[in-house]
Each structure stands twice: as structure tokens, then as C-alpha cells.
T-cell receptor, first 113, second 111 residues
Framework: DTGVSQDPRHKITKRGQNVTFRCDPI?????LYWYRQTLGQGPEFLTY????????KSRLLSDRFSAERPKGSFSTLEIQRTEQGDSAMYLC???????????FGSGTRLTVV | TQLLEQSPQFLSIQEGENLTVYCNSS?????LQWYRQEPGEGPVLLVT?????EVKKLKRLTFQFGDARKDSSLHITAAQPGDTGLYLC???????????FGKGTRLSVIA
């Protein structure tokens, strides 16, 4: 297993466009998390899945954001009608449980111009 | 209000010096984790502490969890340029709630 993979690594998009990111977690991990990180800040929680069920969503996750994890495997995060404030690093992580620590991917750097 | 406060925000030291960074909260955590992050990459787990008063050592790094499980510290002995990075503490408040992160301490070790 090569760890958590995220695709793409970088995305530049025009304001108003839709974007979709993909995360492939470690196959044995049933929990998958999405975080967002801006410059000078720690990662901020967006949402998480246990298997295919989306169990919690942050208030940061506006109606323009949607996440899915079909069949409890890979996950996608879609942002509709992107805004400049959406520019950030989007991090995906997976784990067995909260107390075992998370394995993060390398992130997707989104720039909205 | 930040749930986990990390200090200092920035630290620049010479190779060979010792340092301690802190992670404080008014809330109790069932566990605290420390991560290191390099530019353009995701955080990498260093350690998880779960018992109040617990001390864990990882080579030149020593991690401590406060007795009341509200705070933690990371001590690095004889820092090396390879220790440069953003050190993040993160906590689990209860049950299955996701990790909450502090803003991090940005460490720069100069050769």
C-alpha cells in the first residue's frame, strides 16, 4: 500500500467554475477525512466518512461543497461555483480510529483566479 | 477562539540547540497527537499520547501529555536542520469526533 493518494496535486481554476478532487485512502482504513488548510493556519476539519456513511460535516462546508465516498473506498470532494476564498490546500486523511493517528495525503493545492 | 493554542508561533534556532514547543487548551482531550508538516506536503504523524502524564521519546524528540490531559509539549534535543518544519498538535475531544488542530509552530534550524 502506497499510502493516501490525492489527485490532482495542483489545480488552478477561474472563479465560478466547478472543481472535483479525488482521494484514495489506505485500503484497510475505514475512516476518511477532508481538511482545508490556508497559509499560516493548521488544518481545519471539513467532513468525514466511516465506510460509505458521511458522519459529520463542518459549518465550513457550505452548500457549494459536496463530498462522496461510494462503496466506502475512494472519496471525491466537489466545489461548485468556486470563489477566491476557496483557494487553499485540501487535505485528505484516513485512519483506523481517531486515537491511532491519521495518515495524510500530499494534498491538492487549489488556486481560484 | 482556537481550541488548541500552540506557542511559540515561530522559532528560529542554531543547530545543536534544545527547544520546547507547547500546546495548551482549556478542554480535556482523550488523546493528543503531534504532526510535522513540510511545505507543499501533508502532515506526518510523529506520536500519539493518550494517558495523562505520559511521556514518549522518539530519538531526540520527547513528548509529554499533561496530567489533566489539557496540554502537551514537544522537546527537541540538539536540533538539526532536518528538524525544520511546521509542528502541529491535534486533539480528539471525545468519542469519535475528528481531530482538531492547532495553528502550529514553525521551526527553522540554521546550520
Amino acid at each position: 500500500d502506497t499510502g493516501v493518494s490525492q489527485d490532482p496535486r495542483h489545480k488552478i481554476t477561474k472563479r465560478g467554475q466547478n472543481v472535483t478532487f479525488r482521494c484514495d485512502p489506505i485500503s484497510e482504513h475505514n475512516r476518511l477525512y477532508w481538511y482545508r488548510q490556508t497559509l499560516g493556519q493548521g488544518p481545519e476539519f471539513l467532513t468525514y466518512f466511516q465506510n460509505e456513511a458521511q458522519l459529520e460535516k463542518s459549518r465550513l462546508l457550505s452548500d457549494r461543497f459536496s463530498a462522496e465516498r461510494p462503496k466506502g473506498s475512494f472519496s471525491t470532494l466537489e466545489i461548485q461555483r468556486t470563489e477566491q476564498g476557496d483557494s487553499a490546500m485540501y487535505l485528505c486523511a484516513s485512519s483506523f480510529s481517531q486515537n491511532y493517528g491519521y495518515t495524510f495525503g500530499s494534498g491538492t493545492r487549489l488556486t481560484v483566479v | 477562539t482556537q481550541l488548541l493554542e500552540q506557542s511559540p508561533q515561530f522559532l528560529s534556532i542554531q543547530e545543536g540547540e534544545n527547544l520546547t514547543v507547547y500546546c495548551n487548551s482549556s478542554s480535556v482531550f482523550s488523546s493528543l497527537q503531534w504532526y510535522r508538516q513540510e511545505p507543499g506536503e501533508g502532515p506526518v504523524l510523529l506520536v500519539t499520547v493518550v494517558t495523562g502524564g505520559e511521556v514518549k521519546k522518539l530519538k531526540r524528540l520527547t513528548f509529554q501529555f499533561g496530567d489533566a490531559r489539557k496540554d502537551s509539549s514537544l522537546h527537541i534535543t540538539a536540533a538539526q536542520p532536518g528538524d525544520t518544519g511546521l509542528y502541529l498538535c491535534a486533539g480528539v475531544r471525545q468519542g469519535n469526533t475528528p481531530l482538531v488542530f492547532g495553528k502550529g509552530t514553525r521551526l527553522s534550524v540554521i546550520a
